[in-house]
Nanobody, 115 residues
Framework: QVQLVESGGGLVQPGGSLRLSCEAS????????VAWYRQAPGKERDLVAT???????YYDASVTGRFTISRDNAKKMVYLQMNSLKPEDTAVYYC?????????WGQGTQVTVSS
């Protein structure tokens, strides 16, 4: 059974930081490309960052220079370090893993940036 479990969300003030974690189980994790998406109320789910198996990372322009995606294949973990958070970063953040036709999602973790 495949599971992705996110954690690390919460309430933070503008300018603050959070680190999201996603723990995978039930898959050969190192094969998969991993990504973080987010969905704000009333909006579509958008790609935030992706880390390709083999090492390259790509970011949406809105988070470049502030967010960093990383992975630990031995622990089957994906991380999203978020710095200099802004109110517009408020959303539910989802972990996603993809390999060939296989595509799995976590349940999401809420991030709220507010003073």
């Amino acid at each position: 059974q495949v599971q992705l479990v996110e954690s690390g969300g919460g309430l933070v003030q503008p300018g603050g930081s959070l680190r999201l974690s996603c723990e995978a189980s039930g898959i050969d994790f190192s094969r998969y490309n991993v990504a973080w998406y987010r969905q704000a109320p009333g909006k579509e789910r958008d790609l935030v960052a992706t880390h390709i198996s083999g090492g390259k990372a790509y970011y949406d322009a809105s988070v470049t220079g502030r967010f960093t995606i990383s992975r630990d294949n031995a622990k089957k973990m994906v991380y999203l370090q978020m710095n200099s958070l802004k109110p517009e970063d408020t959303a539910v953040y989802y972990c996603n893993v993809v390999w060939s036709s296989l595509d799995f999602w976590g349940q999401g973790t809420q991030v709220t940036v507010s003073s």
